[in-house]
């Protein structure tokens, strides 16, 4: 009997393994896939539309996307929504998308793991649609331009998208800033229109294909990276939000070579420095107040603020334009009224709800620090940020301070204008807190008051 069984168990883990092997990447193969590359800005953008089909005979409940390893390095986001409905009734809904690892992944290939809202049956189709943002991507060449010349940079990529299935179908968009491109490495079919290059279409490509391009165009927009900010936001129960920004701000560009001549500048600003930048636009909160910027020489007095019910725009301008690998440090400075952050969650617990990121227009931050800082008393904070953040906890002393405000510090590399969305800090307070600064400020005035009439009580004994 025992040897009749365990045939029977070998073939069921047989078939158990079977099913776990079928059930990853290779039955998926992608129908028709096309990408759209954005080189306008310093920041890449890629939309990815990908048309998978399932030809296995189990369902796939997932999808990989593969990157090489040089440009996950660079990778700031990547997003993905399925569409539902034909044509004219076409939705999106946003879908997981995780970091993974694929066993023997060739040349260390990065992958991405997309999670279907429902499994993809035998036979399926389904529309997918990735964006995926680089930062760094860029390359200048010319490494050093003088004040007169334009930048230039290359951009490098592969003709046929990576991907871990077979391509049936696949073409590449890439938009140049001008229609100064200088040159472009040829795959064919490739065809230049305008600021647009088009790689393919190319039939049938098996996994993991790849073609090394090639493109040199010029690019003038303001390379601004921001390679470290530390926004420090301070709850005070007695009505305001105040927000401390420091910035060290750099020219990520072609480097400036030779002299700057601010006479060259000013007169001729269409051709002179035109990858420079000297006016910086932050997007601030409506209802904004006191506010203030500052470098290490003190305040500068040369910005513009805006303000309308849903926005307030700060315009700052640097004491000198920058250039290409220039540096500037500056502080910037606002109050926000509490009552437009701070609310009570159901449970009783008090949350800040602000908005992540940077507020500086098309910058890219290497590392950034938000630094929360919560009123005196307050316990057991927690932070819901939409996307993995490190965090830690410090304690800041400030005036009148007994013992200490909790600092919920959160760091993330490589943030994007996309990470400028919402987050929230919960914590507990015992409003009996509340009482402890007046509190303070009332006794020490009864000591003052006291030690005076003694003095004076003193004073008079020694005059007697
Ligand atoms: C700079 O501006 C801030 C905020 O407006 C102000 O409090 C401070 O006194 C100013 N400092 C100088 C040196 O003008
Ligand atoms: C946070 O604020 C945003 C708008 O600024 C709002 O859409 C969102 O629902 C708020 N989140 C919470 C948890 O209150």
Do not use: M
């Given at each position: 009997m025992e040897a009749l069984q365990r045939p029977s168990l070998v073939l069921f883990i047989f078939s158990l393994l079977s099913l776990l092997v079928s059930s990853s990447?290779?039955?998926?193969?992608?129908?028709n896939a096309e990408r759209r590359i954005d080189l306008t800005s310093h920041i890449v953008r890629a939309f990815l539309t990908l048309k998978v089909e399932?030809?296995?005979?189990s369902a796939a409940s997932e999808v990989f996307l593969a990157f090489p390893p040089t440009e996950a390095e660079h990778l700031a986001l990547v997003k993905a929504q399925a569409a539902v409905g034909k044509k004219k009734r076409r939705t999106y809904v946003p879908l997981d998308v995780k970091p993974t690892e694929l066993p023997d992944a060739p040349n260390g290939a990065k992958h991405f793991s997309i999670i279907l809202l429902n499994p993809l049956s035998s036979g399926e189709t389904a529309t997918l649609e990735v964006l995926y943002i680089l930062t760094h991507s860029l390359e200048p060449f010319p490494k050093e331009i003088s004040q007169s010349e334009s930048q230039l940079v290359y951009y490098r990529d592969s003709a046929l998208i990576l991907s871990p299935y077979h391509v049936k179908q696949q073409t590449s968009f890439i938009k140049a800033p001008s229609t100064k491109v200088e040159s472009f490495t040829n795959v064919e079919p490739t065809n230049r229109a305008g600021t647009e290059l088009k790689y393919g279409p190319y039939e049938d490509r098996p996994p993991y294909s790849y073609s090394p391009i090639i493109i040199h165009f010029e690019n003038n927009h303001p390379f601004a990276v921001v390679e470290e900010l530390i926004r420090e936001v301070e709850i005070s129960h007695w009505g305001s939000l105040q927000i401390t920004e420091s910035y060290k701000l750099f020219h990520a560009g072609a480097r400036h070579k030779g002299v700057f001549s601010r006479v060259e500048y000013q007169s001729r600003p269409s051709v002179s420095g035109v990858s420079s930048f000297k006016h910086l636009l932050a997007r601030l909160p409506p209802r904004v107040h006191s506010v203030y910027y500052r470098d290490e020489i003190g305040n500068v007095s040369s910005s513009h603020l805006r303000t309308d019910s849903r926005k307030s725009e700060l315009e700052i301008e640097p004491r000198y334009p920058l250039f290409g690998g220039w540096k500037s440090t500056f502080v910037i400075g606002y109050g926000l009224p509490l009552q437009d952050f701070l609310f009570e969650s159901p449970d009783g617990r008090r949350y800040l709800n602000f908005t992540f990121g940077?507020?500086?227009?098309e910058t890219v931050v290497d590392k950034l620090i938000i630094k929360v800082v919560l009123p005196e008393?307050?316990?057991d904070p927690s932070a819901v940020v939409p996307f993995p953040v490190e965090q830690h906890l410090e304690v800041k002393y400030s005036?009148?301070?007994?013992?200490g405000r909790t600092v919920l510090v959160l760091e993330k590399k490589n943030v994007i204008p996309d990470h400028n969305i919402p987050f929230q800090v919960y914590y507990t307070f015992n409003p009996i807190f509340m009482l402890a600064e007046p509190l303070m400020l009332t006794s020490a005035f009864f000591l003052f008051f006291t030690a005076c009439v003694a003095y004076l009580h003193m004073d008079l004994s020694i005059r007697k």
């Open positions: 990447s290779s039955d998926i193969q992608i129908v399932n030809k296995g005979t940077c507020p500086l227009a008393g307050s316990k005036y009148l301070d007994v013992v």
